[in-house]
C-alpha cells in the first residue's frame, strides 16, 4: 500500500504547510455562503451544495467526529451511533416546541413570541442539554456493556440503536404519558436564533434563523460546532485521557498493567462521543423543526461509521474530510452524479436509491485496500499495515 | 481483552459499580433467578388462562424458531473457528429466500400445482436455493474475510457490515424495494385444530424440514473427516495446519455449510411467510445471532436451542393475551436479552468458558 507523501519537505515545513492550508480552508469554508450567493456559476450550483445542504453536510461531519472518539481514539467499535442522534434530536424537540403544551407557557432565550404554549428554552442552551443528556445516556449504556469485548460491544451498541427507536416510536403511551408522540414524532419545532432581546441589543444578530434568507446562519452555527469539535478532539487526543485511549485501542491488558483504568477510561470517551452526536442531533433537529421515529435507522450509524472509516480511524483532519466528502456525497453528490449521468446517457437511473450498495462497496474496498483511510493516523498506519505483512509472509511460507 | 473484569487493576479502578466479582456474580445469579420465576409464572397463568390459545403460540414459536435455529448456525459456525461475526449472514438469508422466489415461483410455477408436481418444485427449489447460498457465503469469505484473517480484529468486522450492505441491496437491485409475494402454496386444509385454529401443512413443513436438516448437520459435523477438519481448525488453528489440514478448506467449508442452512432457512421462510424484500435478513438476522449467542457462540445445539427460545419469545410476547408487551416491544425484549446475557453470562446457556482472544 502506498502513502502519499508530500516529496523533500521536511518535517517542520510540512506541518507549518499543512496548517496553512487547514486555515485556507476553514477561512474559504467560512465565506462560502457569500460565495455560493454571488460567484459561482451555475455550472458549479448544481455540484456544489447550497447553504441549507452545506449545513447537512457539516452537521454529519461532528458525528463523524463525536464517533472518531469511541471508534478512532478508544477503538470500541459503535454501531448504535444513531441513539445519540435520536437523544439529542428528542431533547431538542422536547426542550424547543409545543409537545408539553400541557406545562403552560415556559420560555427562557426562545425564539417564539412570549405566551406560546409548551417549553421553549433558549436553541443555544437547549444544544447543550441535548448534548449533557446524550453523554449521561452514554455512560448509561456504556457502565453495563463497556467491559464486553471488541466484536461483542458492536453487536450490543447495535442493539441500543435498535431499541431507542423501538422505545422513541412505543413511546406515546407510557402509562398513559405522551412523551414521544410515537411514529409521528415532534414537529413545530423552534429554529434557531439568539432570541428577541439579543436580537433588539444587536441588530445583526437574528432573533430567529428560520426568518433569514438563506440557511447561512445555521451553516456558520455548524461550521462552528466543526471547530469546537475539532479543538476538542485535537486538545483530548493530546492529554493524558487521550493516551490512555490510545493505549487501550492498541492492547487493553497492556494499559491495564499500566495502571489505565479501563472502564473509567471507555466510559468517558464513549460519552464524550455521545456528547456531539447529541449536540448534531440536537442541532438538525432544530434547523429541520420536526423529527420523528423513522430517522434513526441502523443506516445512520453505519453512514457515520463510513466516515470515519473512509476519512482514517483516528485522524482529526481525517475523519473532518471524510465526513464532509461522504455527506456531500450523500446529500448532493449522488444527486448531481446521476442527473449528469441520466442527462448524458439518456438514462432514468435513480443513482442515490443505489446509495447504500455504493457505501457498502466502499466499505470493503477500504477495508482490503486502504483500512488506515484517505488521511491515515500514523500510529494507526503502523497498526493497520505493517502487522499483517508479515505475518502473511510466515503464513505463506507454512505448508498448505 | 477479555473478560478480565476482575483483574486486580480494573477492579481496584472501577469507581462506578465497583463491586467485587463474587458480590457481582451473586447479584446477577439471584437477578437472573428473579427474572426467570417471573416469567414461568407469566407463563403458567396465561397457559392457565386461555390453554388453546397457549397451545397455537407455541406451535407457533416452534415454526419461527427453527427458522432463527437454521440461521442462528451459520453464525456460530463461522464465530467459533474465526471470531468474526458475519454481519453478511442474514442477508444471504434474504438471497435464500429470494432465489426460492425465482426457481420456485417465476419459473416454475409452483403456485400452480400440487401433489408430487409441486413436491419436485419444492424440492428444486430447496436444492437451487441452499447451493446459490452456500457459494454465494463461501465467495464472501474468499474476496472479502480471507486477506484480512490476520488484521486486527475490527477490519473484517466492517468489512462483514460493508459485505451486509452490498449484499441486501443487491437483493433490492434486482428485485426492487418491495416485497415480492406469492399465494400459498402448499394445501390449505388443516391437519388437526386446536380452538378452531388450524395447524396445516404451512407449518408442518417447516419442522419436516428443518428437524432432518439439523440431524443432518449434526452428523456432517461429528462424523465426517470434512467436520473434524472444522473442528479442529475452531480448536486451533496453527495446530491443525500442522496436522495436515487445509485451514483455507476448512474455513471454506464452514461458510459453505452455514450459507447453505441459510438457504434452507431462506426457502422454509419464502413457503411460510409467502413473501420477502431485500431487508428481510436484517431482524431475522439480529434474532438469529441472539439465539446464538443465547445458546452459547461456537456451540450447534446451543444455536439450535436458541433459536427456539427466541421463537418461543417473539411469539409468546405477541400472541398470549394476558399482560403481554405485545409485538411492539419484541425487537426491544429480544435485544435487551441479548445485552442481559451478554453482560452477565456471556458463554451462554450452552457455551465453555470463551477464549479470550483480543
Redesign the interface.
Known sequence: VNVVRLPSASPALRTRLSRLLIALVFCALAVYPWLYGKYLTTILTQWLPDTSTAFVILAFTVMGLGLNFVVGYA?L?D?GYVAFFAAGAYVAGWLASEQFANAGSVSFGGTVLPGTPGIHLSPWLVILVAAVFSAILGVLIG???L??????L???T???G??IP??V??GDNLGGFNLTNGSFGLNGIDGMGFGNRVHHAIHTLPANFLNELDSRWYYWTALALVVVTILCSILLRDSRLGRAWIAIRE???AA??M?V????TK?LSYAIGAFFGGAAGALITLQAGATSPDAFS?QVS?FV?CMV?LGGIGNVWGVTLGGILLAYVNYKGLFAAGNTFNSTFGTNVDVP??S??I??????LF??VR?EGLIPSARRRA??VD??EE??VA?EG??? | MGTNVGTAAAARRRPILAFSARLRARAAAILGALLLAIVVFWLVENAVHDIRQFALVSLNGVTNGSIYALVAIGYTLVYGILELINFAHGDVFSWGAMITYSVGISWLGAAGHSGLALFGILAAALLCAAVFCATLNMAVERVAYRRLRNAPRLAPLITAIGMSFVLSNAIAAVYGFNYVSTEPLLPRGALFTIGGQAYGWDKLIVLLITVPTLAGLVVVVKRTRWGKAMRATAQNRDAARLMGIDVDRAISFAFGLGGALAGIGGFVYLVYFTQGRFDLGFRIGLFAFTAAVLGGIGNILGAALGGYLIGFIENYNSGLTWHAPGPSWTESLVFILLILILVFRPHGLLGETLSTRS
Do not use: H, S
Open positions: 477503538g467499535l454501531l457502565v453495563p456493556t467491559r464486553l469485548r471488541g466484536d461483542y458492536a453487536i450490543v447495535l442493539g441500543f435498535e431499541i423501538q422505545f416510536r412505543n492492547d487493553e491488558d491495564a498493567a495502571g483504568p479501563l472502564m473509567r466510559t441502523l453505519i461509521l472509516i436509491e443505489y447504500y450498495l457505501y457498502g462497496v466502499a466499505i470493503v477495508m482490503l483500512p497498526e493497520l502487522e499483517p505475518e502473511n503464513a507454512a505448508p498448505a
